[in-house]
């Protein structure tokens, strides 16, 4: 029989390599290494055999080349119950390897800070970051983990070295060691590929993700388990991924996609002014550009309150003192706070009064991402270019007179608000504050009728604002009723993309009520 106890230890990550050398050396095993690992053990007066002394053969082309030789592979790949492969050793003189520890090159550490800007040849760094010899000896162990023990992660080095002590690195062990192998040299393989294809839609694709070390409380609903999963191609700054949570209990399948909604909407608007919005259920119940963190969330919640209750607070500044003391004073219930920062009295004022309140911080300001958003559908996935465009014109369809600056600002701004609500959508804003929303209906009708019933809703005081009553809808009308009924409420100028065969009966609707309409040339439906 050849020699069982030949361990090969091979890694760029050298966390508590030599702690685990220590023990295999105490269980009488020969260490074969190269490299950096090898003056690492050396250093920790490990005895060791470099590779090439083991294959007979030099490393080579700068260190491409170091253990990728049948000796290795052979000893690595060998059946322990087959005769022939037994002989075929012998006659060749090669050992078994019974344990291969090995990590990577950190390509996706070396592309970190390269931005890719598309039909551009790899640069150097990054090509000498690819490893080919690691994930070779990594699959060809895992391939074979009955015979060969294969450990990637460092994490997984205390458990190894516990069962080593007890005799007890059991089959099934060995089988999920060589799992996580295979997911993980899928995953680098995935960034890889990613970083060299300049394809939108490539016949093949594979989306490399990592698991995010944060814990979830659970899924939609109570009795689904919930992960994170982090897409390291994607560089845009999330704030569910990215930010920092500074108080409160653990977050949701549900918190993470209603934040990742609220800072969305708060980025599509000007940094230099603060805005304020209320998410619930991935929608807007409440927005506001205002001149004062207090201001703005004022305004977003008087929008509907009722909505408001339980729902997620997003605003592209700092927390003011006033603004935590009225969320306070209001009484108003709010599963998450997120915020480019907060006061330091009024996050104290926060954390006092709200146990449970879930508080982030995200410094980062938001860039609209690029490059493709997918959905999960039975069976598989759908990819399509992100809603990047807000509109391709800004073009007056109707007589008369042209559009206030006022009526521009506030066109835009509900234009941005219905951009990010589900379709069919509709929204009304007094200026740049939103007072009402119709979203996720059969009939575009029905949303109007839902966000006027929010407008006459809310306080007295907010109604007949001196503001102009602007409406935007995330695609056409297909008949002149949602103009008529919003002209019936006091309605001025409207926004939306046109582009139905019936376009003209919204339009002659709207030149009879004296309304502006802006076509943009741009649907904004969101599924």
Request: hydrophobic letters at 40%; glycine letters at 4%; proline letters at 2%.
């Given at each position: 029989m050849r020699n069982q106890k030949t361990?090969?230890?091979?890694?760029?990550?050298?966390?508590?390599?030599?702690?685990?050398?220590?023990?295999?050396?105490?269980?009488?095993?020969?260490?074969?290494?190269?490299?950096?690992?090898?003056?690492?053990?050396?250093?920790?007066?490990?005895?060791?055999?470099?590779?090439?002394?083991?294959?007979g053969f030099p490393e080579m082309l700068d260190g491409r080349v170091k253990t990728l030789h049948p000796v290795i592979h052979g000893g690595i790949l060998a059946d322990r119950s087959?005769?022939?492969?037994?002989?075929?050793?012998?006659?060749?003189?090669?050992?078994?390897?019974?344990?291969?520890?090995?990590?990577?090159?950190?390509?996706?550490?070396?592309?970190?800070?390269?931005p890719k800007t598309g039909q551009a040849l790899i640069d150097k760094k990054e090509i000498e970051n690819i490893d080919i010899g690691g994930p070779t000896m990594l699959r060809a162990a895992a391939k074979n983990y009955k015979d060969v023990v294969v450990v990637t992660d460092p994490k997984d080095y205390p458990e190894l070295m516990k069962r080593m002590k007890e005799n007890d690195v059991t089959l099934m062990f060995r089988k999920q060691l060589a799992a996580k192998v295979f997911a993980y040299t899928a995953y680098y393989d995935a960034v890889i590929a990613n970083r060299f294809c300049d394809e939108k839609f490539p016949e093949f694709m594979t989306i490399p993700m990592k698991k995010v070390p944060v814990t979830m409380r659970y899924g939609e609903n109570g009795h689904q388990q919930a992960a994170m999963y982090q897409t390291p191609t994607d560089k845009t700054p999330s704030a569910s991924m990215d930010a920092?949570?500074?108080?409160?209990?653990?977050?949701?399948?549900?918190?993470?996609?209603?934040?990742?909604?609220?800072?969305?909407?708060?980025?599509?608007?000007?940094?230099?002014?603060?805005?304020?919005?209320?998410?619930?259920?991935?929608?807007?119940?409440?927005?506001?550009?205002?001149?004062?963190?207090?201001?703005?969330?004022?305004?977003?919640f008087v929008c509907d309150q009722q909505s408001a209750f339980g729902g997620i607070i997003a605003i592209n500044c700092e927390v003011s003192l006033e603004m935590a003391a009225e969320i306070?004073?209001?009484?108003?219930?709010?599963?998450?706070?997120?915020?480019?920062?907060?006061?330091?009295?009024?996050?104290?004022?926060?954390?006092?009064?709200?146990?449970?309140?879930?508080?982030?911080?995200?410094?980062n300001r938001y860039v609209v991402p690029a490059g493709l958003a997918y959905r999960q559908i039975d069976g598989?996935?759908?990819?399509?270019?992100?809603?990047?465009?807000?509109?391709?014109?800004?073009?007056?369809?109707?007589?008369?007179?042209?559009?206030?600056?006022?009526?521009?600002?506030?066109?835009?701004?509900?234009?941005?608000?219905?951009?990010?609500?589900?379709?069919?959508?509709?929204?009304?804003?007094?200026g740049e504050q939103l007072v009402g929303v119709g979203t996720g209906q059969?009939?575009?009708?029905?949303?109007?009728?839902?966000?006027?019933?929010?407008?006459?809703?809310?306080?007295?005081?907010y109604r007949g604002s001196k503001a102009p009553l602007v409406m935007a809808s995330d695609a056409f009308f297909p008949f002149g009723d949602c103009v008529e009924k919003f002209a019936a409420h006091g309605g001025k100028a409207v926004i939306w993309p046109a582009g139905s065969n019936n376009d003209q009966e919204s339009i002659d609707a709207a030149n009879k009520h004296g309304i502006i309409m802006i076509a943009t040339g741009t649907r904004h439906f969101s599924h």
């Open positions: 361990v090969l230890l091979s890694v760029y990550d050298k966390t508590g390599i030599v702690d685990l050398a220590k023990e295999l050396v105490a269980k009488d095993y020969r260490i074969v290494s190269s490299g950096g690992t090898a003056s690492a053990l050396k250093l920790a007066n490990i005895p060791c055999m470099e590779a090439s002394e083991l294959t087959d005769a022939n492969h037994e002989a075929e050793l012998f006659e060749n003189e090669i050992d078994y390897i019974s344990m291969v520890v090995c990590n990577l090159y950190p390509f996706e550490e070396a592309i970190k800070d390269i920092e949570q500074l108080h409160g209990q653990d977050m949701s399948f549900n918190n993470q996609a209603d934040v990742d909604a609220a800072w969305r909407f708060v980025g599509e608007y000007s940094i230099d002014r603060p805005t304020c919005s209320i998410i619930k259920h991935q929608n807007t119940c409440g927005a506001a550009v205002g001149e004062t963190a207090l201001d703005a969330y004022k305004r977003s306070i004073e209001t009484g108003h219930f709010v599963e998450c706070i997120i915020a480019h920062d907060y006061d330091g009295e009024a996050l104290e004022l926060l954390k006092s009064k709200k146990k449970k309140l879930r508080i982030l911080k995200q410094p598989g996935m759908l990819a399509q270019d992100r809603d990047t465009v807000l509109y391709e014109k800004f073009e007056l369809m109707t007589n008369g007179r042209q559009p206030t600056e006022e009526e521009i600002k506030a066109l835009e701004f509900a234009l941005r608000a219905v951009k990010n609500v589900k379709s069919n959508g509709v929204v009304v804003a007094y059969q009939k575009r009708i029905r949303s109007l009728d839902i966000a006027i019933d929010n407008m006459n809703a809310m306080p007295a005081d």
